[in-house]
């Protein structure tokens, strides 16, 4: 998926939302979690039982309640890895799912991988080959080569971590390299090896003081920002200071939609939640 997509699915939606599918068992309603125990799902020619079936049910749900309202989806890798193989083929059946129902959204792997080159290089075929996201969370810190090979797939996204929204980010987000804040050094290295069709950056909604300056000089990168909803981040604060002339902002909100009403009616409070967030 190329840029231009990207910038019509915001004005066609005017919206620039990006939903975490960051599932948590415990935090599911009842009324999916029981599923679990309900027998099995046959979905796509394959059979889900226990954890695996209320995962994908879930997911299902979710998406088709917030797909006319978002423009992306964010599954965060840890959040099925610790299912095991159960949690993967959940993931699978989850992407199967948003790319037969759903071709128009950007789907991206938060996996937030950094290795070495030849490693990199398996991790990106992992995610744009094997599981066919759009765009796969990079930890940059080992240097451009844990990077460039991400870059060298064609209308694929790598979306490095820059400025994050946690609490303790300033140990070495914030320390200073050559006079600039480490940060903002990373982003500029980044951006000598790749564009602004084939790389983009996380920048905390937490951080949304920072924004303006950050497009002081990167003004045409798309940014993905998480933080907001459960984090405390302001979705409008975000737009006000990160939003470039096309939009340019993948705004993520997870808990604060997915487990926003853990009755029955838990998918239609998501959409609720995901059209009042992020829209323009």
């Not at 950094?114 to 398996?122: F, L, V």
């Not at 209308?155 to 903002?184: C, H």
Request: proline share 4%; net charge negative.
């Amino acid at each position: 998926m190329n840029r231009e997509d990207l910038y019509r699915q915001i004005q066609a939606k005017r919206s620039m939302l990006c939903v975490g599918l960051d599932v948590d068992y415990a935090k599911m309603p009842e009324c999916i979690r029981n599923l679990a125990e309900s027998g099995e799902l046959m979905f796509q020619g394959q059979e889900f039982r226990g954890t695996a079936r209320s995962i994908v049910e879930f997911n299902k749900a979710i998406v088709d309640a917030t797909a006319p309202h978002c423009i992306a989806y964010k599954p965060n890798l840890a959040f099925y890895e610790c299912y095991g193989i159960d949690g993967m083929r959940a993931l699978d059946a989850t992407v199967d799912y948003i790319r037969s129902r759903y071709p128009e959204i950007f789907l991206i792997a938060d996996a937030k991988r950094g290795d070495i080159g030849n490693t990199a290089k398996m991790y990106a075929r992992a995610f744009f080959e094997t599981m066919d996201f759009d765009a796969v969370t990079v930890a940059p810190y080992m240097g451009a080569d844990s990077v460039t090979p991400f870059l060298a797939y064609k209308d694929r996204w790598t979306i490095v971590l820059a400025l994050t929204s946690n609490a303790s980010a300033a140990q070495f987000q914030m320390a200073e390299k050559d006079g600039r804040p480490l940060y903002r050094a990373v982003m500029e290295e980044m951006m000598g090896i790749s564009n602004p069709d084939n790389m983009m950056f996380v920048v905390g909604a937490t951080k949304a003081d920072k924004l303006a300056e950050i497009r002081s000089f990167c003004p045409d990168n798309f940014l993905l920002v998480p933080g907001v909803g459960a984090q405390g981040g302001s979705a409008e604060e975000v737009m006000q200071y990160g939003a470039n002339d096309k939009g340019g902002l993948l705004i993520n909100s997870s808990r604060g939609i997915l487990y926003a009403d853990n009755t029955r009616d838990f998918a239609s409070v998501a959409a609720e939640k995901a059209a009042a967030t992020a829209s323009f």
